[in-house]
């Protein structure tokens, strides 16, 4: 008995008419299939988005001389063999291979020999060599709305001969992350469940528990971290904890939430709060000792605190003046008395000489210049009036003002 075919490859589509999504490129995918001349096309989006469907309908609907492969599963020496017999290359995960291995297409493409459909779930600027990239046509794809997984449900129905309540239906579209092929594999699925099982509740009980999962590698990935992060900027804890929950139910590294924590408590909460970090900081350490699932509890902790903390970036922001005045002018000579004199020829040159201790003054501060000559006067910390900086700087501004005050009665 032959092998049953997967529902989403029955009901592939033939023509671009039957293309369901990416409503925003539709029409530059069917100009394309009219045009006499393909060129190589990196197709970049979420899973079951269409990409595959997209590059073979262009490769077919073409009459091209095509292959499609793999990249976890082709080596070079088949690409090869591949090429020898087809002038168009359909390549599914092309981020799977090494950055090596891409450069093997540049000569082919360079020289018009093969015509390159590839796919990739990850975002290209970071998976894909640059070389490679400037002789693509990258079209990112969108996952699929909720109505396009509903149309799509309405031919998977009447294939499979499934009737399900539209509540059923909503429940097995909300857990398919607008991953039709997902979708439809969830749709099989219910296809030999008791008629019984096919309410609400009994779908939510007999779905796999991998629904939750997603690729952590993929864009989403840094869409997620960067949502959490600019939530917990933005003071909203609720919105902190929906995005350290998605990242959490999709299977993510909780060490990598753990420094993305440690980043924002050093750069948004920063002297406004200091203690933010040291909570971050403390929280790798009760992750890594607990481990998961009870880890999302420190995780969470810190993920509150860090959204309630007022909020100051001046440090962050007085490095990248720092930063700038260096890349602008360049590095300027360390000014001679602080300078450690470590030999006898080096006290003749000056080095050290009229250095002030400052715990050899009152208070443990005593003015004099740090900054090389040609950067004197140059402010680039700027201190902000949130939380328990003020506090911070108080001792600081006191000494200046007290050294001001000296000057002008002298």
């Known amino acids: 008995m032959s092998e049953r075919r997967p529902l989403a490859e029955v009901l592939r589509p033939s023509d671009f008419s039957q293309f369901i999504g990416q409503t925003g490129i539709r029409g530059k995918l069917a100009n394309l299939q009219e045009q006499n001349r393909l ?12 990409k595959s469907t997209a590059a073979l309908l ?3 609907n073409l009459n091209r001389h095509f292959v499609r492969v793999s990249a976890p599963e082709t080596g070079l020496a088949d690409l090869r063999r591949h090429l020898e017999q087809s002038d168009t290359l359909v390549l599914d995960e092309l981020h799977r291979f090494s950055k090596a291995q891409q450069d093997f297409f540049l000569p082919h493409l360079e020289a018009g020999r093969i015509t390159l459909l590839a796919t990739t779930t990850e975002n290209p600027a970071f998976s894909v060599t640059n070389q490679l990239l400037s002789r693509l046509l990258v079209l990112r794809f969108n996952s699929l709305s909720r109505d396009e997984l509903l149309e799509i449900a309405e031919r998977a129905k009447q294939h499979l001969g499934l009737d399900l309540p539209r509540e059923s239906l909503d429940r097995i579209i909300s857990v398919s992350h607008g991953d039709a092929r997902t979708f439809l594999n969830f749709l099989e699925y219910c296809r030999d469940l008791p008629r019984e099982s096919l ?4 779908i939510a009980k007999h779905l796999p528990e991998i629904v939750q ?5 993929g864009d989403s990935h840094y869409e997620l971290a960067s949502a959490l992060i600019k939530s917990i900027r933005g003071s909203d804890p609720d919105a902190a904890l929906y995005y350290l929950a998605c990242m959490l139910e999709r299977g993510e590294d909780p060490r990598f939430i753990c420094r993305r924590l440690i980043l924002s408590a050093s750069e948004d909460v920063g002297l406004a709060d200091p203690e933010g970090l040291n909570l971050a900081v403390s929280c790798l350490q009760a992750v890594e000792t607990i481990g998961m699932p009870e880890g999302f509890i420190p995780l969470s902790e810190t993920t509150v605190y860090l959204a309630l903390a007022p909020k100051s970036n001046s440090a962050y922001s007085a490095y990248l003046a720092a930063q700038k005045e260096i890349r602008k002018n360049g590095i300027k000579p360390v000014p001679l008395h602080l300078r450690n004199p470590a030999s006898g020829l080096q006290r003749k040159w000056g080095f050290g000489k009229d250095y002030k201790y400052p715990h050899a003054y009152p208070g443990a501060w005593v003015e004099q210049e740090y900054l090389p000559e040609e950067v004197r006067g140059k402010q680039f910390y700027q201190p902000k009036d949130q939380g328990q900086e003020p506090r911070i700087f108080l001792w600081l501004k006191k000494k200046l003002r007290a050294s001001m005050k000296k000057r002008g009665s002298e």
């Open 39 to 50: 060129q190589s096309i990196l197709f970049f989006g979420p899973p079951g988005s269409g």
């Open 58 to 60: 262009l490769a077919r």
């Open 199 to 202: 309410d609400p509740e009994g």
């Open 213 to 217: 999962r997603g690729d952590r590698d």
